[in-house]
C-alpha cells in the first residue's frame, strides 16, 4: 500500500513558479506511473500531468503545456511537478496518484493511490 505526500504548495503572484514535489513510502515505487491532478472548487478534477515508472513517457494536460514539468527521481521514490508562468486559474488543490499502469490516468480508470493533496493559489 503506498502513501503518498505532498509539499510544496502555497501562494505565488501570477507569472510566477512553483515546484511541488510527492514523496512516496512505497518501496516499489520505481514500479508505479505517477500523476498529477487537480481540482479547483467547483470544478471537476483534471489530469495535469503523469509520468511513466521509467521517465519515458510523459502526458501532459492541455491546459499546462508548455508551462509544467513533471520528473521523477526513483532513487528517492519522488516525483516533482515544475511550475512556471503561473496563472490565476492554475489555483486548485494538487493531487499526487500512483498507479501500475501508465494509461489508467489518460483513461479515467481507478487511480490505485492518492495523496491529500497540497494548495497552490496564483494571486491575479
Not at 507569472?15 to 515505487?29: D, M
Amino acid at each position: 500500500q503506498a502513501q503518498l505526500v505532498e509539499s510544496g504548495g502555497g501562494l505565488v503572484q501570477t507569472g510566477g513558479s512553483l515546484t511541488v514535489s510527492c514523496a512516496a513510502s512505497e518501496r516499489t515505487f520505481s514500479t508505479l506511473a505517477i500523476g498529477w491532478f487537480r481540482q479547483a472548487p467547483g470544478k471537476e478534477r483534471e489530469v495535469v500531468a503523469v509520468i511513466s515508472r521509467s521517465s519515458q513517457s510523459v502526458f501532459y494536460g492541455d491546459s499546462v503545456k508548455g508551462r509544467f514539468t513533471i520528473s521523477r527521481d526513483n532513487a528517492k521514490n519522488s516525483v516533482y511537478l515544475q511550475m512556471n508562468s503561473l496563472k490565476p486559474e492554475d489555483t486548485a488543490v494538487y493531487f499526487c496518484a500512483a498507479d501500475h499502469n501508465y494509461s489508467d490516468f489518460m483513461t479515467g480508470r481507478s487511480i490505485d493511490y492518492w495523496g491529500q493533496g497540497t494548495q497552490v493559489t496564483v494571486s491575479s
